[in-house]
């Protein structure tokens, strides 16, 4: 979990950093962040596993930056560096290849076609320009009509110039500015944020989607009140004003679905995180898998960070136990927590992701992406939690480009 003064990992634009041994991505890195990262190995076969560094780039905000050191140890890329660099890309929200002699070679054609196939902007750096011009290159990427900086380290030249191309493609792609639930609140509107405090809840703090949320309120102008589900009916009674939204913990949702009047919208936290980072109406399609699932089965629930399970936790006991009764099958369950995703998930009949706060929109698109790849069916925990308990159309009616699968769900 990220330091509460930190940007977390999953609101940072990921940049990855592509490029062979001698193209002075090292020095680049530090021209771009302002000091000594010392992160990237020119060093050949220091490491072959990409590193991940959450740095402020000014005038950029937070990014990530994912060094590929090592990638180009054998020559052009070996088929397991090829899989990492693939991953790499897909978790990028744009890729940089850096050449530090002149010279566009296989390598840097194999990485522009996966960055192409992924649909990434590329930006091209012709680093080292003191010493070698690049003319020929710049010639060659105009052709090829992929936009390029020409950058000299020790001569400052072109720094200034590649960050603004970086925020240039940030805007366009809109990594960035987008909200959790701006669109579905107003300004001097009060949301009622409803967390449980039981065995699973962290000692002393919040966890980070509700923390996120929170700071989303009050970005909106908006009002937010935080309550145990124990005191959820009283706190309302109490309040002169109706909440605009009541948000729940997906773990009580359907106690929160009983007190709070049918006319104040009601979602869950995990059905935000998802719309917000993915494809909210993917993950409600997914949810009738559960109908299908057969003696035997496996599924799989996804944990995007590595927090501490504890007593009764929601992914390892809950979901499992709510899935089993609804299903009333012999189910298997694995749990699959941390930033990877596992690649091969055919054997599964269904994955179970959960809000996915700390990753990336792009890196849990690419999970939701992988699965329809794979033909395997996916929702999400609130999404799965409200399905089974019953209260799904009323936890999706909040969000207008939903309400038509709500109409269809409660007609169910
Ligand atoms: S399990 Fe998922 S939603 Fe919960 S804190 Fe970890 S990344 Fe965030």
Partial sequence: MSDLNETPRG???????????????????????????????????????????????????????????????????????????????????????????????????????????????????INKVDIDAGKDLEILLTNKNIEYVRTSVPEGLGIKELKEKIRAQKKAERFEDLSIIGDIINAGDLVLLVVPLDLGAPKGRLILPQVQTIRDILDNDATAVVVKERELADTLDKLYVKPGLVITDSQVVLKAAGDVPPEIPLTTFSTIFTRFKGDLRQMVEGVGAIDQLQNGD?????????????????????????????????????????????????????????????????????????????????????????????VLPRIISPFPELRDLAEELKAW
């Fill in 11 to 125: 609101m940072r634009t990921v940049i990855a950093f592509l490029g062979r041994r001698n193209a002075g991505k090292s020095s680049l890195l530090n021209a771009l962040v302002g000091y000594d990262l010392a992160i990237v190995s020119d060093v050949a076969g220091t490491t072959t596993d990409p590193v991940h560094k959450a740095v402020e780039i000014n005038p950029l905000g937070p990014c990530v930056v994912i060094d590929t050191a090592g990638i180009d140890d054998v020559g052009a890329l070996g088929q397991m560096r090829i899989e990492k660099t693939r991953e790499v890309i897909k978790d990028s929200d744009l890729g940089l290849i850096i050449i530090g002699d002149g010279s566009w070679t296989d390598f840097e054609e194999e990485i522009y076609q996966m960055l192409k196939e992924k649909d990434k902007p590329v930006i091209a750096v």
């Fill in 298 to 390: 496996k599924v799989l629930i996804a944990e995007a960070c590595t927090h501490h399970a504890l007593a009764d936790d929601i992914g390892r006991v809950k979901i499992p136990r709510w899935i089993t009764q609804y299903s009333g099958k012999d189910l298997s369950f694995d749990v699959a927590a941390g930033p990877n995703f596992p690649p091969n998930i055919k054997d599964y009949s269904l994955i179970v992701q959960c809000g996915g706060c700390t990753i990336t929109r792009r890196a849990y698109c690419n999970r939701i992406e992988t699965a329809a790849e794979q033909g395997v069916p996916i929702t999400n925990y609130g999404i799965a939690i409200s399905y089974v308990q019953g």
